[in-house]
């Protein structure tokens, strides 16, 4: 599809407006400036046209801030790649700087350009915006994106303005299985993502909270073909002191709740800790596949049992759930990250395993009829029949004359006996007993 990217220095309201065009409120908004760092990518359809857009963060210059020269590279990238640059300004304080800099960036880069110019809330504003044409780039749009306003005028310029490829709807992402790299902040999920993909497609510095939004990537190397979804580094609720950061927190809740599979990173050096736990427990509660990475095994001192004792030790922590996949990785220095992607894909595929009938019923009822059901109260329970049922994960009905008699252990020996039976490593289970 084509790709629009909003351009324009820090606090003009370009996540407002990505929010905005893509109909949901998928970036995060604040009064604070720079909230924006990584690029973020949406969807818009308009007038039956369909185009994808991406929002950037406020491009500044000779700033103190660590983060500055990090932006201004994802804003570059951004505009090389787009279709179409849309140059977000803001009347209330007129041209900038900053203005003039971008405007001057954008002239050279051969692409087309749209102007608009934010925050004309009321009529008597709408003589602040003519002021933008000495920026010499064409037509000027006055819109409010926090209301709405004359963002149809903006929206049928921009489709004019696109190729026409715009117009075909890319149908292929929706379906594809979304992949969630979860965590607490600086175990190196953004490092994870970068090192997969071969570009610094993700913001990475030493400072703990660096990515703020949660981050879809389309992949598609090595035979592998999904959406990986970077998250914002998850802290206790009691360490949680800033809008900004519970906001994070919140999208990367709802990155997991959206996903198939979270892969869960830890540092190898403070190993599975209770926020970890936490993670995992939410994961679990989603019923979502997971696989666990090791992150920064190289700074380890390792002898030829550390690794087996190790995962003896994770796998100690999560139980029961023993089957989950455990991978040992430095993400620094390349070490086992395609395997990742592997234990992965093979989790989805087994979280996506459906098993017909007749295989069920002739692999579990031999089972059930050499250890059956404890007898209660003098009545005796027969299982007669099992199905898989219809849902997003793993799940299992088993009928019988008496369901309400079946005591939680012996659901447990029948999600072993299906687990021994099928490949279900690293997938969530559930066990229904129904009447017959």
Same mark, same amino acid.
């Given at each position: 599809?084509?790709?629009?990217?909003?351009? +324009?220095?820090?606090?003009?309201?370009?996540? @407002?407006?990505?929010?905005?065009?893509?109909?949901?409120?998928?970036?995060?908004?604040?009064?604070?400036?720079?909230?924006?760092?990584?690029?973020?990518?949406?969807?818009?359809?308009?007038?039956?046209?369909?185009?994808?857009?991406?929002?950037? +963060?406020?491009?500044?210059?000779?700033?103190?801030?660590?983060?500055?020269?990090?932006?201004?590279?994802?804003?570059?990238?951004?505009?090389?790649?787009?279709?179409?640059?849309?140059?977000?300004?803001?009347?209330?304080?007129?041209?900038?700087?900053?203005?003039?800099?971008?405007?001057?960036?954008?002239?050279?880069?051969?692409?087309?350009?749209?102007?608009?110019?934010?925050?004309?809330?009321?009529?008597?504003?709408?003589?602040?915006?003519?002021?933008?044409?000495?920026?010499?780039?064409?037509?000027?749009?006055?819109?409010?994106?926090?209301?709405?306003?004359?963002?149809?005028?903006?929206?049928?310029? &921009?489709?004019?303005?696109?190729?026409? *490829?715009?117009?075909?709807?890319?149908?292929?992402?929706?379906?594809?299985?979304?992949?969630?790299?979860?965590?607490?902040?600086?175990?190196?999920?953004?490092?994870?993502?970068?090192?997969?993909?071969?570009?610094?497609?993700?913001?990475?510095?030493?400072?703990?909270? @660096?990515?703020?939004?949660?981050?879809? /990537?389309?992949?598609?190397?090595?035979?592998?073909?999904?959406?990986?979804?970077?998250?914002?580094?998850?802290?206790?609720?009691?360490?949680?002191?800033?809008?900004?950061?519970?906001?994070?927190?919140?999208?990367?809740?709802?990155?997991?709740?959206?996903? *198939?599979?979270?892969?869960?990173?830890?540092?190898?050096?403070?190993?599975?800790?209770?926020?970890?736990?936490?993670?995992?427990?939410?994961?679990?509660?989603?019923?979502?596949?997971?696989?666990?990475?090791?992150?920064?095994?190289?700074?380890?001192?390792?002898?030829?049992?550390?690794?087996?004792?190790?995962?003896?030790?994770?796998?100690?922590?999560?139980?029961?759930?023993?089957?989950?996949?455990?991978?040992?990785?430095?993400?620094?220095?390349?070490?086992? &990250?395609?395997?990742?992607?592997?234990?992965?894909?093979?989790?989805?595929?087994?979280?996506?395993?459906?098993?017909? /009938?007749?295989?069920?019923?002739?692999?579990?009822?031999?089972?059930?009829?050499?250890?059956?059901?404890?007898?209660?109260?003098?009545?005796?329970?027969? &299982?007669?029949?099992? @199905?898989?049922?219809?849902?997003?994960?793993?799940?299992?009905?088993?009928?019988?004359?008496?369901?309400?008699?079946?005591?939680?252990?012996?659901?447990?020996? &029948?999600?072993?006996?299906?687990?021994?039976?099928?490949?279900?490593?690293?997938?969530?289970?559930?066990?229904?007993?129904?009447?017959?």
């Amino acid at each position: 599809m084509s790709l629009v990217a909003i351009v +324009g220095r820090p606090n003009v309201g370009k996540s @407002t407006l990505f929010n905005r065009l893509v109909g949901m409120r998928q970036a995060i908004v604040d009064e604070t400036s720079g909230v924006t760092r990584d690029r973020h990518y949406g969807k818009c359809e308009w007038c039956g046209h369909e185009f994808s857009v991406v929002d950037t +963060g406020g491009y500044t210059s000779n700033s103190d801030d660590i983060f500055e020269e990090e932006i201004r590279k994802q804003v570059v990238l951004a505009v090389e790649e787009a279709d179409l640059v849309l140059f977000l300004v803001e009347a209330q304080t007129g041209i900038t700087d900053y203005d003039s800099e971008i405007a001057d960036l954008l002239r050279r880069c051969g692409k087309p350009v749209v102007t608009a110019v934010n925050k004309i809330d009321s009529g008597e504003k709408i003589y602040d915006a003519f002021q933008f044409y000495s920026l010499g780039l064409g037509e000027i749009f006055s819109i409010s994106a926090a209301n709405g306003g004359g963002t149809g005028e903006l929206l049928d310029e &921009i489709v004019r303005v696109l190729p026409e *490829d715009g117009t075909t709807p890319d149908k292929d992402h929706p379906e594809l299985p979304h992949i969630t790299i979860v965590g607490k902040p600086n175990v190196g999920k953004s490092s994870l993502i970068n090192a997969l993909l071969g570009v610094d497609r993700n913001i990475v510095t030493p400072l703990a909270g @660096t990515t703020r939004d949660s981050i879809s /990537t389309y992949y598609n190397k090595f035979g592998h073909n999904f959406m990986l979804v970077d998250t914002a580094g998850m802290r206790k609720k009691n360490k949680v002191h800033e809008d900004l950061e519970f906001y994070s927190v919140m999208r990367s809740i709802r990155a997991i709740e959206h996903s *198939d599979v979270c892969i869960l990173m830890i540092d190898a050096r403070t190993g599975l800790e209770a926020q970890d736990m936490s993670i995992f427990n939410l994961i679990q509660r989603n019923r979502k596949g997971c696989v666990i990475v090791v992150n920064k095994w190289d700074l380890i001192e390792k002898d030829s049992n550390t690794m087996k004792e190790y995962r003896e030790a994770l796998q100690s922590r999560i139980s029961p759930f023993n089957d989950i996949p455990i991978v040992f990785t430095s993400v620094i220095n390349r070490q086992r &990250i395609l395997d990742v992607l592997n234990a992965a894909a093979d989790v989805y595929a087994n979280y996506s395993r459906k098993i017909s /009938t007749s295989v069920l019923n002739e692999a579990m009822l031999p089972e059930i009829e050499n250890f059956p059901p404890p007898a209660w109260k003098g009545k005796y329970i027969k &299982i007669k029949y099992v @199905t898989q049922l219809p849902t997003r994960f793993p799940s299992f009905a088993f009928f019988c004359n008496l369901p309400q008699y079946i005591r939680e252990p012996y659901k447990r020996f &029948i999600e072993n006996k299906l687990r021994s039976k099928f490949d279900f490593s690293g997938c969530p289970m559930e066990i229904f007993f129904r009447q017959k």
